[in-house]
């Protein structure tokens, strides 16, 4: 090889700049979201009167917007864990708003519904399918923020796989949160929370072999 030709090629190699995890996030999500909206449809579809409904049941309105601040906030903590040594104190402060606001909902709920009615709000009617179809939205949205991951250099690969995996868990119960029946926040708290958890202790089995330099 000639010198000009070695001198052209550094120059390349020296202006390649890998995606950040945040590119690679926004690149990724998008089929992950596409594959997550067809399995969606094609099992589940959107709950009747939806548009109706979220301007007469407030516990329908609190259920999707805190799905959706827990998929914000998660999405915001993995970007940082994907750093090493960034500082995650902030966010995850952030993130704990999530659980306040569910346990005040529940709070709220057992001061307003009768105690008797109390397990049958828990249960609901849908428990087997949010524990089904929370895990099976959020797969396609896990394997997209686990590769994002893989273009920064998590310091705890376990714990950025389990952000990883709170993220699309979130990401599906805000899917599910549209076609599910079951509004009380006792059940939210349950099955939602239970299915989430899942999801998230995957991506940490997952990220801490994935994830690992």
Not at 174 to 194: E, I, K, N, Q, R
Request: charged content about 15%.
């Amino acid at each position: 090889m000639k010198t000009g030709d070695l001198i052209r090629a550094l120059s390349a190699d020296a202006d390649f700049r890998p995606a950040s995890p945040r590119r690679a996030l926004r690149q990724a999500l998008a089929p992950a979201i596409a594959i997550a909206l067809a399995l969606y449809f094609a099992i589940l579809g959107v709950r009747p009167h939806l548009l109706a409904l979220l301007g007469e049941n407030p516990r329908l309105v609190f259920k999707l917007a805190l799905t959706f601040l827990l998929a914000a906030l998660s999405a915001r903590l993995i970007l940082r864990l994907a750093r090493p040594g960034a500082d995650t104190r902030a966010v995850a402060l952030l993130l704990a708003l999530a659980p306040a606001l569910l346990v005040a909902a529940d709070l709220v709920e057992s001061l307003t519904v009768p105690a008797a009615e109390w397990g049958r709000q828990l249960i609901g009617h849908n428990a087997v399918s949010c524990l089904a179809s929370i895990p099976l939205l959020a797969a396609a949205p896990l394997v997209a923020a686990l590769l994002a991951l893989r273009h920064g250099a998590p310091e705890h690969p376990a714990l950025a796989g389990a952000g990883a995996g709170l993220f699309a868990g979130a990401v599906g119960a805000a899917l599910y949160a549209t076609h599910c029946p079951d509004d009380s926040p006792f059940f939210v708290t349950a099955w939602y929370g239970l299915a989430i958890a899942f999801v998230a202790a995957v991506g940490a089995l997952v990220g801490a072999r994935l994830l690992r330099w």
